[in-house]
């Protein structure tokens, strides 16, 4: 089977290790949105096709849940529709190229793109100085304590996930108010028992599907890397606000994007964090820090920071990554 024509064609330089195999990321057309629901009621050709693709599971980014901030709305021109966003998995035998190709056959999307893997950002001499990023977060816990507030600002930490006994960071951990320990996805957002934040990649990093409500860490190396950023978010943080006037109770969401059997030196994350930001904004997060990026330009990814800037307001900081995103 051969697409009706090209739309996509990947980047120059992008090899099968800058994206996740098997994964389309689809902006569906509004008047197909309906028709995932209920595969059974597609035409011949459009079957045809996705049975070509075995197609598998094809998921909502976003739960649509969260408190949107609806002033936000007004006067802004870019409204996003965030339920046209779809990840798209397919078992057959076939690039990524010519997949995504055959999925515009359908008539059905507006674009597919390859969900682009996303690596850790080396902060500036990473590997010299983790010993000061600890100090440094040791000042800003210190910091915290000296002046705990009544208003509650939360920090997520879309990254590799973090050591949650750690213990100058284990009582800042942001609880989820919402979300009781009983095996029920208690606020709907889609993810169950997610008291603690989520660990999207799960025990393995080629199963997209074993994510877990346990976003801790279990090895060093590369695995550390949230953990240095949470120093360094909180280090920014302190700074910027200073400690004299507004105090307030700093609280760290986590969640996980590096899969337990990664090895210490992986520098990829094994499922794409900006499913962590989305997470993250839904949940109430005011700041969400993304130490990290792809050289590939992403119009789903720029969709999803634009999300979550226009309708949850939140701050997103990014250190040397995202390098396309300012162009
Ligand atoms: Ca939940
Ligand atoms: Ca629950
Ligand atoms: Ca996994
Ligand atoms: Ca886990």
Known sequence: MQPKRRYFKLPVGAN????????????????????LRNL????????????????????????????RNRNARIGNPSKIEISLYQTF???????????????????MVEYAEPAYVEKIDFVPNDSLIAQQYYLDLVKAIDAW??????????????????DLNHPDISDNIWKNPNEPIDGVDNDGNGFIDDYQGWDFAGALANNQQDGDNNPDITKGGGHE??????????????????LAGIGYNTRIMVTKHFADDQPEDAISYASNPYQGVIYAAEAGA?????????TF?????????NYVAIYFCVFVVYYLGISWFFE
């Open 16 to 35: 099968s290790n800058d994206y996740h195999r098997n994964i389309i990321n689809v902006k569906v057309k509004p008047e197909f949105l309906n028709l």
């Open 40 to 67: 059974e009621s597609a035409s011949d050709e459009v079957s045809e096709i996705l049975n070509y693709l075995e197609i598998g599971k094809i998921r909502p980014v976003s739960s649509g849940k969260g408190n």
């Open 286 to 294: 005011d700041i969400i820090n993304c130490s990290w990026g792809s």
């Open 297 to 305: 330009r992403s119009q789903f990814n720029q969709d999803i920071m």
């Open 145 to 162: 304590d000296i002046t705990m507030g009544d208003t509650s600002v939360v920090i997520a930490i879309v990254d590799s996930g973090v």
């Open 225 to 242: 890397h949230g953990l240095s950023v949470a120093g360094v978010a909180s280090g920014v943080t302190n700074n910027v606000t200073g």
């Open 89 to 107: 998995e397919y078992n057959g035998p076939i690039n990524i190229e010519k997949a995504i190709n055959l999925l515009y056959s359908t008539g």
